[in-house]
């Protein structure tokens, strides 16, 4: 990966990160929460917003299409118009082409304000395959006529309008559930989608939709049932915090034999985490303004970990933690059940010294859909390994972070290149690095 300014951060690493910072709303639903006011010819109020590049990104695909979008970033807060709406000119939505994956959940809240949405080829991360065909069968239930064929991505038309439709998802994919929600709630009739994810962010979602006079009941088996209403309204709304972002800097903690107030992260949306973190040996208070985390010294425990959706342990949390986990005594084991792809960024981190090796079988009970396909999805972490500064290339968003810790963590100068893709999830680390006492530049 080419260095350009900017882009790139000198690290010296081996001193413990102490202090507090503040982690604002989540990524993974700020961004849907603002693709939901497309739904409602009025305003609504995001807060708790934090201040990084998907936020941007979907405030110009917002703006493109007519949509009047302020952005306070000293307040957190967004507050997006959206009483016109019109259709953007392709050329100009390509130009954010592989900048998100959020311009697919554009489609259910374009159809029903133009009868028509024009969806660019789709970037994010490269973690593994993350086909959309879940988002278009969606769609094509609930009455739209989706083209593939366009030269410059996908049109999608709904001649009819959408209708209720019973869906059911092989997975509990978050972006189909997204997807289902956002077309379903002005759907004529009723919609009744199964095996749908209920993430955390899911649900703040629904409760942003219910806000603008949506009707979803959610049932314990993972069934939504949402019936379709004529009109919506604007809403004000405060995000949850993105407990991505908390364990991250939870994990760079236990890596650096730190300790790490996190403003603004809660106990109910991290408990999987919480335990995982007590079991390998950290120590965490828990106050009414946030969470503590810490190493309290001695050893690090291995442990054993399966990823998996809501409830289970989270994909995004692993790839932190197992920098931590390579200071474990003792041998730990990752299970990655969610992205077939998601160990590519241990590579460096053998480099700097640490002992990881990647078995294509199931090192775990949990169903895996990996299973006899050939991917390396299962990790063994052999601990503790001192860890050396060497020259970094971020691969993707939380591997690139992940990065970051082990060169925090690591005896010497590191450079990490490419930390422009950590931006996209986690608001001004810079900035937070510095207030926990990291040195670098």
Same mark, same amino acid.
């Given at each position: 990966?080419?260095?350009?300014?900017?882009?790139?951060?000198?690290?010296?690493?081996?001193?413990?990160?102490?202090?507090?910072?503040?982690?604002?709303?989540?990524?993974?639903?700020?961004?849907?929460?603002?693709?939901?006011?497309?739904?409602?010819?009025?305003?609504?109020?995001?807060?708790?917003?934090?201040?990084?590049?998907?936020?941007?990104?979907?405030?110009?695909?917002?703006?493109?299409?007519?949509?009047?979008?302020?952005?306070?970033?000293?307040?957190?807060?967004?507050?997006?118009?959206?009483?016109?709406?019109?259709?953007?000119?392709?050329?100009?939505?390509?130009?954010?082409?592989?900048?998100?994956?959020?311009?697919?959940?554009?489609?259910?809240?374009?159809?029903?304000?133009?009868?028509?949405?024009?969806?660019?080829?789709?970037?994010?991360?490269?973690?593994?395959?993350?086909?959309?065909?879940?988002?278009?069968? %969606?769609?094509?239930?609930?009455?739209?006529?989706?083209?593939?064929?366009?030269?410059?991505?996908?049109?999608?038309?709904?001649?009819?309008?959408?209708?209720?439709?019973?869906?059911?998802?092989?997975?509990?994919?978050v972006g189909a559930t997204e997807q289902t929600l956002l077309a379903a709630?002005?759907?004529?009739?009723?919609?009744?989608?199964?095996?749908?994810? %209920?993430?955390?962010?899911?649900?703040?979602?629904?409760?942003?939709?219910?806000?603008?006079?949506?009707?979803?009941?959610?049932?314990?088996?993972?069934?939504?049932?949402?019936?379709?209403?004529?009109?919506?309204?604007?809403?004000?709304?405060?995000?949850?915090?993105?407990?991505?972002?908390?364990? &991250?800097?939870?994990?760079?903690?236990?890596?650096?034999?730190?300790?790490?107030?996190?403003?603004?992260?809660?106990?109910?949306?991290?408990?999987?985490?919480?335990?995982?973190? #007590?079991?390998?040996?950290?120590?965490?208070?828990? %106050?009414?303004?946030?969470?503590r985390f810490w190493h309290p010294g001695g050893d690090l425990h291995p442990?054993?970990?399966? %990823?998996?959706?809501?409830?289970?342990?989270?994909?995004?949390?692993?790839?932190?933690?197992?920098?931590?986990?390579?200071?474990?005594?003792?041998?730990?084991?990752?299970?990655?059940?969610?992205?077939?792809? #998601?160990?590519?960024?241990?590579?460096?981190?053998?480099?700097?010294?640490?002992?990881?090796?990647?078995?294509?079988?199931?090192?775990?009970?949990?169903?895996? #859909?990996?299973?006899?396909?050939?991917?390396?999805?299962?990790?063994?972490?052999?601990?503790?390994?001192?860890?050396?500064?060497?020259?970094?290339?971020?691969?993707?968003?939380?591997?690139?972070?992940?990065?970051?810790?082990?060169?925090?963590?690591?005896?010497?100068? &590191?450079?990490?290149?490419?930390? &422009?893709?950590?931006?996209?999830?986690?608001?001004?680390?810079?900035?937070?690095?510095?207030?926990?006492?990291?040195?670098?530049?």
């Amino acid at each position: 990966m080419a260095e350009k300014k900017n882009d790139v951060l000198h690290v010296e690493g081996g001193r413990p990160l102490n202090g507090t910072i503040k982690v604002r709303g989540a990524k993974n639903f700020v961004s849907k929460a603002m693709v939901a006011a497309l739904l409602a010819p009025g305003v609504s109020v995001l807060k708790n917003v934090p201040e990084i590049r998907d936020v941007y990104v979907v405030s110009d695909l917002l703006r493109l299409h007519g949509v009047d979008v302020a952005f306070d970033g000293d307040k957190g807060t967004v507050t997006i118009d959206a009483s016109n709406v019109n259709l953007a000119d392709v050329a100009d939505v390509d130009t954010l082409s592989g900048s998100s994956r959020i311009p697919i959940l554009f489609s259910g809240p374009l159809l029903h304000r133009l009868g028509e949405a024009f969806i660019p080829a789709l970037g994010g991360c490269n973690i593994g395959g993350r086909p959309i065909d879940f988002h278009l069968e %969606t769609l094509r239930k609930l009455g739209a006529d989706v083209n593939k064929e366009h030269r410059d991505g996908i049109h999608i038309t709904a001649p009819h309008g959408l209708h209720g439709a019973k869906i059911h998802l092989p997975y509990p994919s978050v972006g189909a559930t997204e997807q289902t929600l956002l077309a379903a709630v002005l759907a004529e009739g009723k919609t009744e989608l199964s095996g749908a994810a %209920t993430e955390p962010e899911i649900m703040d979602l629904v409760a942003v939709l219910q806000k603008m006079g949506a009707v979803i009941s959610v049932d314990v088996d993972r069934t939504f049932r949402i019936e379709g209403v004529k009109e919506l309204k604007g809403y004000t709304h405060t995000s949850l915090t993105d407990r991505i972002e908390a364990a &991250s800097w939870a994990s760079a903690a236990l890596a650096t034999h730190g300790d790490i107030f996190v403003k603004g992260a809660t106990q109910p949306e991290m408990m999987t985490f919480l335990n995982v973190f #007590r079991k390998v040996g950290g120590e965490f208070d828990i %106050t009414d303004n946030g969470i503590r985390f810490w190493h309290p010294g001695g050893d690090l425990h291995p442990v054993a970990i399966e %990823t998996d959706v809501h409830p289970g342990f989270m994909t995004d949390w692993q790839q932190p933690l197992v920098v931590a986990l390579t200071q474990a005594k003792g041998l730990s084991i990752v299970h990655e059940t969610v992205y077939e792809n #998601r160990f590519g960024f241990t590579k460096p981190l053998v480099q700097m010294g640490a002992t990881v090796q990647l078995y294509r079988e199931c090192l775990g009970s949990l169903p895996c #859909r990996f299973q006899q396909r050939n991917y390396k999805h299962s990790a063994v972490i052999f601990g503790p390994t001192p860890l050396t500064g060497r020259d970094i290339d971020v691969p993707d968003l939380r591997g690139g972070f992940s990065h970051l810790i082990a060169a925090l963590a690591a005896k010497g100068p &590191s450079n990490v290149q490419g930390i &422009s893709l950590i931006d996209r999830g986690y608001a001004d680390f810079r900035g937070k690095l510095e207030a926990l006492g990291a040195d670098f530049e």
